[in-house]
Nanobody, 115 residues
């Protein structure tokens, strides 16, 4: 099992920045890909960004150039630097980790961007 705990959400004005962090514990040696997803009210949960254990990244088109995902394999953490935030970025952001057989989710952290 892998446990994920997010931090760093909050309320910010449009154009502002937030840094989200996620700490993994448990069987962290089995983690392959880590990432962030988000879910706005009444919408499905969508991919924001992922990063492999080797550092390969993938971003949703809507956040390219504004968000940066990073990972510290020694500390078992993944972070998401969010810049130039827009009201449409408002959502609950979930940390995600995948092993070869299972997927794990954090409890989510709210990001609210005011216009």
């Amino acid at each position: 099992q892998v446990q994920l705990v997010e931090s760093g959400g909050g309320l910010v004005q449009a154009g502002g920045s937030l840094r989200l962090s996620c700490a993994a514990s448990g069987r962290t040696s089995s983690i392959t890909v880590m990432g962030w997803y988000r879910q706005a009210p009444g919408k499905q949960r969508d991919l924001v960004a992922t990063i492999s254990s080797g550092g390969d990244t993938n971003y949703a088109d809507s956040v390219k150039g504004r968000f940066t995902i990073s990972r510290d394999n020694l500390k078992n953490t993944v972070s998401l630097q969010t810049n130039s935030l827009k009201p449409e970025d408002t959502a609950v952001y979930y940390c995600h980790a995948r092993t070869y057989y299972y997927a794990f989710w954090g409890q989510g952290t709210q990001v609210t961007v005011s216009s």
